[in-house]
């Protein structure tokens, strides 16, 4: 305990799962008198188990460290992090009455080069897909949340060759805007606006593009994406002239060149949210979703039906309460991986302890899991998963032109690098029997 302009401050350690491994994090609470009521806590320093809190002089807050769990910077060696004051906290809905002491941000206290990673670029997104090519390019996408890309689906790629250096910031990704939402023919643009309107005047999500992916099939480059009303709702079947044209929903374009430099066309609209497209036996573009079953894209840009549902394997899920979502959702996904030839589950889940009533994203960690597939059939059984790649949920991996794997992730917690924008952070991985172990890697590589 330690007291601060008349407000006392109660510090306590605790051995949580928040990064999918145990990890020894400290907490902090507030309150005007010694005997409490103490407010809710939040996290202070990540990985910072049993410390000291001091002042350091001139209005300067540290904390000591000493590294006691497998996912620190260091085990067993004495540090001082210092602390900044203030009242936000990642995630914290219920407002924050006093000012509390954390580690800032750009402070590393977790293993790996976290601190070598630098923004791809300075373009607000999440919710990334990458996709490489034979062009010798890595494409991605996903969720932009940039203004100057307000009713635009964008693109990004970068060279693979130059994989390490762009993602320690020495090359910026080249971008493009590859559609106006005003060009999707299925799209009643101007009522989309018109009714899109939040309560408070501001447009909201209506000018996003949400959820984007990239593929290459058939020779030409497809996307998928996603376009929501300002509430936050999908509303697939929202419209306002019987079914003709919709304000909302899920859509599919292409580039009429083969290249990401188009034209780019409106293609249709996808049957459901986050639509993967792939190829399949007899060259059909398909997309699969267990409540939906196998459906293809048919060329006057609609989807059909190819497999129902009770057609598809019984997937066998990882046992013991994995969070995981049977119908396809980005929560969780089963599917074959190019990589290691060979079916894997994919899980993007929030770990870490709640905080009283609050929910658990504040001071929780946005990680991903991964297992394959035991019989190496689609149907599994799947194990619980091996392993978590902290600050990965909603990301992807890829490898790059000299054998290396990489994951990217865009910050969707208070205890990664940053919030809302690409980076990309290199792999380890190991087999094990039918197991592949990945993790974050010790060093960048050079």
Same mark, same amino acid.
């Given at each position: ?245 919709? $304000? ?6 292409? @580039?009429? !060149? %083969?290249?990401?430099? +188009? /034209? ?100 929780? $960690? ?6 394959? @597939?035991? !019989? %190496?059939?689609?149907? +599994? /059984? ?65």
């Amino acid at each position: 305990m330690f007291k601060r302009n008349k407000i006392y401050y109660l510090v306590a350690a605790e051995w949580t799962s928040r990064t999918g491994w145990p990890v020894s994090d400290n907490y902090v609470a507030a309150a005007e008198n010694i005997y409490g009521p103490y407010d809710c806590r939040h996290l202070m320093v990540a990985h910072g188990g049993e410390t000291t809190v001091f002042a350091g002089g001139q209005g300067n807050w540290f904390a000591t460290m000493v590294g006691e769990d497998a996912r620190a910077k260091f085990r067993q060696r004495a540090a001082v992090v210092p602390l900044a004051w203030g009242k936000q906290d990642l995630y914290f809905t219920r407002g924050v009455k006093f000012e509390f002491p954390s580690k800032p941000q750009h402070v590393i206290t977790e293993r790996g080069p976290w601190d070598q990673c630098r923004p791809l670029t300075d373009d607000v997104i999440r919710d990334v897909e990458v996709m490489t090519h034979t062009d010798g390019y890595v494409y991605y996408t996903g969720t932009c949340y940039s203004d100057e890309f307000e009713d635009q689906v964008v693109l990004w790629r970068f060279k693979i060759a130059d994989t390490a250096k762009v993602g320690r910031g020495a090359m910026p990704a080249e971008r493009k805007a590859v559609i106006h939402f005003k060009d999707l023919h299925w799209l009643d643009y101007e009522n989309r606006l018109k009714h899109g309107k939040s309560k408070r005047g501001g447009y909201g999500l209506t000018r996003r593009c949400m959820d984007a992916d990239v593929f290459f099939l058939k020779g030409t480059f497809y996307m998928t994406f996603n376009l929501y009303n300002v509430d936050g709702e999908l509303r697939q079947h929202g419209t306002l002239d019987g079914g003709r044209t919709f $304000t909302a929903g899920s859509g599919v374009i292409r @580039s009429k !060149s %083969g290249t990401w430099d +188009g /034209p780019w066309e409106s293609v249709g609209r996808a049957p459901y949210a986050h639509c993967q497209l792939r190829e399949d036996e007899q060259g059909r573009i398909v997309t699969q979703r267990g409540w939906r079953g196998v459906m293809y894209l048919k060329p006057d840009g609609t989807f059909d039906v190819l497999k129902k549902t009770e057609d598809l394997p019984v997937i066998q899920y990882p046992p013991q309460g994995m969070a995981f979502c049977d119908d396809g959702t980005p929560f969780a996904q089963v599917g074959f991986c190019d990589w290691f030839k060979a079916f894997q589950w994919t899980s993007t889940e929030w770990n870490g302890p709640a905080s009283l009533h609050i929910e658990s994203r504040a001071g929780g $960690t946005y990680d991903r899991s991964f297992a394959w @597939s035991e !019989s %190496g059939r689609e149907e +599994g /059984p799947y194990p619980r998963c091996p392993n978590t790649l902290p600050h990965c949920g909603g990301a992807a991996y890829f490898r790059d032109d000299k054998g290396r794997y990489w994951s990217t992730f865009f910050g969707n917690d208070s205890t990664g690098p940053w919030f809302e924008l690409m980076g990309i952070i290199p792999l380890k991985v190991r087999q094990q029997g039918r197991q592949y172990l990945v993790d974050i890697a010790d060093e960048w590589p050079k």
